[in-house]
């Protein structure tokens, strides 16, 4: 039987932490999205995003406040009354609001702030004031808790609880901390200060060392009932703890690590999948759980232990993390009725119009490709979303290539409602394809990233391309999918555009259709 105390709080930062990753960013509807797939699957609190950062970032956080369900919705903010006021105006909107604030109590955050151990500790002991006079559901997080000295990392905890805060937050901020020593720090806490019975202690870990899941797990060994994480992992630097891997590693040894979730596993590929590409995060194929490896079986001998009893080389069956366990789609001949409920199957629950469109690059791929696979749906429902809020999109695109440079590409792009043609040349197909984008619509955007990854196997299989380009500090991902990997690119390039000529519009509260992004179009 699950009794309260083995409860385990799990506390979502895909949307802040994660999306604080450099290149990661995610617009608005996509931040809806994932704050709703995170509702569903049964997150206890989704921190939302970091209120006084943008407008944009209010704006997501006070819808997404607005259209939780049972989730805790909750902000963060730094150890200021602005912070904690603007931060209250976007979660007010929800049924189970939360406010968050920290400031960085080591040394090296003390000196950075200018503020002694006495100054530090009144600022605590004001905004936590402030904030519980706002909200009654308030977050205390001493940042950089690992680093910070014992006695004064009690007294800031000390005065938090007493000015009212409901959880009490030890991140390790730097991924520095061990497993000994997270479950120590987090025992000593309660152990020693008063009133520590009376709130929820949670832990957030960084991956710097790898070490941020074992992390997790040992501080809730030691008393932490809130384990704070994110989708894939994604996160700064080496990123945060792995939703994925904190919830199956209890569930699955539970025997020896008792405590229980709220979270409804089945859901979990779903989101990983959607967290990659709308941050254009990759997942590393072995990557625990959610890698497209860690269930598959390649050497003869785990094929013939599988085949005899799927516990041989199985600890955790692929259904329990919402893996279908047949995956060969539809012939060529499957109507538009087959394609909806495959794809609900998979996650996805389309209106009229995308399914339309995804219907008509299911039957092109269809015709091109021997056997269509779950991935190969979830590639083109990927595309046909990204495509359907772009400004460009590309209509045809012819490149020559060979062994004697340089290569050459046409290309028709679409820019608001015109088409436009271009030739233009190249070190290779792809650049040539992206020169002639270039010569329709010119741009600075430099590329930061270009990743090329096969979705499925065989000769025929489809790639798909992550493009990221960064320009006067705005950095935009697009992703795309196709049989051919240079038109793969292309519009995964276009794709990419598309998002930064968006969040060019967001930074100057322009709309999109609106902006004259440098001469488009000529
Ligand atoms: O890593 C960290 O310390 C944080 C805080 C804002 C909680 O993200
Ligand atoms: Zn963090």
Not at 170 to 188: C, F, H, K, Q, W
Request: hydrophobic share 40%; charged share 25%.
């Amino acid at each position: 039987m699950t009794s309260d105390k083995n409860r385990v709080v799990i506390f979502d930062t895909t949307l802040r932490d994660g999306e604080q990753s450099p290149g990661a960013t995610m617009s608005h509807a996509e931040k809806l999205e994932i704050a709703a797939l995170l509702d569903e699957m049964g997150v206890d609190i989704i921190e939302a995003g970091f209120p006084i950062a943008s407008e944009g970032d209010f704006a997501a956080v006070s819808e997404i406040a607005k259209n939780a369900k049972n989730a805790v919705i909750c902000g963060l903010a730094r150890a200021n009354f602005k912070d904690i006021d603007r931060c209250w105006e976007a979660v007010k909107h929800a049924k189970y609001p939360r406010i968050h604030t920290f400031i960085g109590t080591s040394p090296l955050h003390r000196e950075m702030h200018d503020l002694d151990q006495d100054a530090m500790a009144q600022r605590v002991h004001d905004c936590v004031t402030h904030a519980r006079n706002l909200c009654d559901n308030v977050q205390w997080s001493s940042m950089d808790a690992t680093r910070t000295e014992w006695e004064f990392l009690k007294r800031t905890v000390d005065i938090a609880i007493k000015a009212g805060a409901t959880t009490i937050n030890i991140p390790d901020t730097v991924g520095y901390t061990a497993p000994v020593e997270s479950a120590d720090l987090i025992r000593r806490l309660i152990a020693e200060v008063e009133g520590a019975g009376d709130v929820v202690f949670a832990t957030h870990c960084h991956n710097d060392l790898g070490m941020a899941t074992a992390n997790s797990l040992a501080a809730v060994e030691g008393g932490a009932r809130q384990i704070e994480c994110t989708i894939n992992g994604l996160g700064e630097r080496a990123g945060n703890t792995a939703l994925e891997e904190v919830v199956m590693a209890m569930k699955v040894r539970n025997d020896i690590m008792p405590w229980q979730t709220g979270i409804d596993t089945t859901k979990i590929m779903h989101i990983s999948r959607r967290v990659s590409t709308v941050s254009g995060f990759n997942v590393q194929p072995n990557k625990a759980i959610v890698g497209k490896n860690a269930f598959a079986h390649e050497s003869g001998i785990h094929q013939d232990g599988m085949l005899k009893n799927a516990e041989t080389f199985e600890i955790m069956r692929p259904a329990d993390v919402g893996l279908s366990e047949t995956n060969i789609v539809m012939g060529k001949h499957s109507g538009r009725a087959a394609l909806r409920s495959k794809l609900k199957n998979l996650g996805y629950d389309l209106g009229e119009n995308q399914l339309n469109d995804v219907f008509v690059r299911y039957k092109a791929l269809a015709d091109r490709k021997k056997e269509v696979f779950d991935e190969d749906l979830i590639a083109l429902v990927t595309d046909a979303g990204a495509d359907g809020e772009g400004h460009l999109e590309v209509r045809f695109l012819r490149v020559i290539c060979g062994t004697e440079a340089p290569q050459s590409a046409d290309i028709t792009l679409r820019v608001g409602d015109t088409d436009h043609q271009a030739t233009a040349q190249g070190d290779g197909p792809v650049d040539a394809a992206f020169n002639a984008v270039k010569a329709i619509f010119p741009n600075d955007a430099v590329l930061q990233l270009y990743q090329v990854s096969a979705v499925t196997e065989g000769m025929d299989a489809q790639a798909t391309v992550t493009v990221r380009i960064e320009e006067a500090g705005m950095i935009a991902t697009g992703q795309s999918a196709d049989t051919d990997t240079v038109v793969a690119s292309a519009r995964a390039y276009v794709n990419a555009l598309n998002r930064l000529v968006m969040r060019r519009g967001k930074t100057g509260g322009g709309d999109v259709r609106e902006i004259s992004y440098k001469d488009a179009g000529e």
